[in-house]
């Protein structure tokens, strides 16, 4: 079977190389070594061509006559959840629905850390000795333990600003 370690070192080999903001989000081997490897940017988005150039670096340094292998480069899609500090960073400010084992929360990612995220939620709320409702923030502190994804939320137009 073809090492995972491999790969990854043959993906960010050429990554280094490439010196554009890239990162390794993910990578995965089945046992019928149909090999996935996702990348994400630290800013903007993985191009075609950058896909291609970490694909032929792996390809050209895997010998099929020893194993046969099935090979696939990718971005990390919009809809996939955050999984790498690097993603995390990159959202912040934007918002996400963090799904808990009990619930989930929408709201603007303000930070995070191993320990953590902090989530911002602004709603409106009748508050007492007022007549109209008015917006209230809160930073919401969840512990990463109780996270089951984090993911973001792709808001189409021109959004109001929260």
Request: aromatic share 4%; proline share 2%; net charge negative.
């Amino acid at each position: 079977m073809i090492s995972k370690d491999t790969v990854i070192a043959l993906a960010q080999e050429r990554i280094d190389e490439l010196n554009s903001g890239i990162f390794l989000v993910e990578v995965n081997i089945s046992p019928t070594n149909v090999i996935t490897i996702e990348l994400d940017k630290a800013i903007g988005g993985v191009t075609i061509e950058e896909c291609v150039s970490v694909s032929r670096n792996v390809e050209h340094n895997l010998d099929r006559e020893v194993e046969d292998f099935e090979l696939s480069v990718s971005s990390a899609g919009m809809d996939r959840p955050l999984r790498v500090p690097q993603q995390f960073e990159k959202n912040i400010g934007n918002q996400v629905k963090v799904v808990l084992g009990h619930g989930s929360l929408e709201g603007k990612l303000m930070a995070f850390d191993e320990n953590k995220i902090i989530i911002q939620t602004i709603t409106k709320e009748k508050i007492e000795g007022r007549k109209k409702k008015e917006e209230v923030v809160r930073d919401h502190e969840v512990n990463r333990d109780d996270v089951k994804e984090v993911k973001r939320i792709i808001i189409f137009g021109n959004p109001k600003k929260k």
